[in-house]
């Protein structure tokens, strides 16, 4: 079966503790992204990346981090959390290139900081 | 730089009625466009996809979507809503970039009530 599995589901935590959320994805999907969603603003496109060992930028990366070491794998990860990062964040990959390739999203991670 | 705007962040209808939601683009570039659906404590799930064949678009669950590039728009319809229908959709649109890779800008999304 596709999917695309995100741990934890939910995490609270204090700010400034370092955390890593995992996304893994079973389809062999070079492009690989990150989004928040947060009420009124949709998802935004935190970091992707094209393929191993290629990562960009999205919309709002400012305080998160990322990795593609293995095709499969993209970790997000938040170095020092801040009350401002509680939202739901949402893994997704697909393959690159083609016309609208379908975007298949992980069930999302529920951060809340205090 | 593509942008969507979604009219209505809160939509009622009746069980039965016609289902609209509202979605409207800008791209400098021909778009690919998308609505999404996502049920409560749930991730997204695709719904429909226009990617420049044919402009009405038919989806899962019976709604469809017709691009209509002078009006920048790609409304979501369903011709009798059910109690299931109840989610949050979002509105999408999807540009590739000059190095292939897909960038895909989300609306704020319009959450459906369903009367009974």
């Known amino acids: 079966e596709a999917q695309v599995t995100q741990n934890p589901r939910y995490l609270i935590t204090v700010t400034g503790k370092k955390l890593t959320v995992t996304c893994s994805q079973n389809?062999?999907?070079?492009?690989m992204s990150w989004y928040r969603q947060d009420p009124g603003l949709g998802l935004r496109q935190i970091y992707y990346s094209m393929n191993v060992e290629v990562t960009d930028k999205g919309d709002v990366p400012e305080g998160y981090k990322v990795s593609r070491k293995e095709k499969r794998n993209f970790p997000l990860i938040l170095e020092s959390p801040s009350p401002n990062q509680t939202s739901l964040y949402f893994c997704a990959s697909s393959f690159m290139g083609g016309t609208g390739n379908t975007i298949y999203f992980g069930e999302g991670s529920w951060l809340t900081v205090v | 730089a593509q942008s969507v705007t979604q009219l209505g962040s809160h939509v009622s209808v009746s069980e039965g009625a016609l289902v609209l939601l509202r979605c409207n683009y800008s791209s400098s570039v021909p778009p690919y466009l998308f609505w999404y659906v996502q049920y409560p404590n749930q991730g997204l799930q695709l719904l429909l996809k226009?990617?420049?064949?044919?402009?009405l678009v038919k989806g899962i669950n019976g709604f469809e979507a017709e691009f209509k590039k002078s009006e920048t728009s790609f409304h979501l319809t369903k011709p009798s809503a059910h109690m299931s229908d109840a989610a949050e959709y979002f509105c999408?649109?999807?540009?590739?970039?000059?190095?292939?890779?897909?960038?895909?800008?989300f609306g704020t999304g319009t959450r459906l009530t369903i009367i009974p």
């Open positions: 389809m062999n999907h070079e492009y």
């Open positions: 226009y990617t420049s064949a044919a402009t």
């Open positions: 999408a649109v999807g540009v590739i970039s000059n190095f292939g890779n897909e960038k895909l800008t």
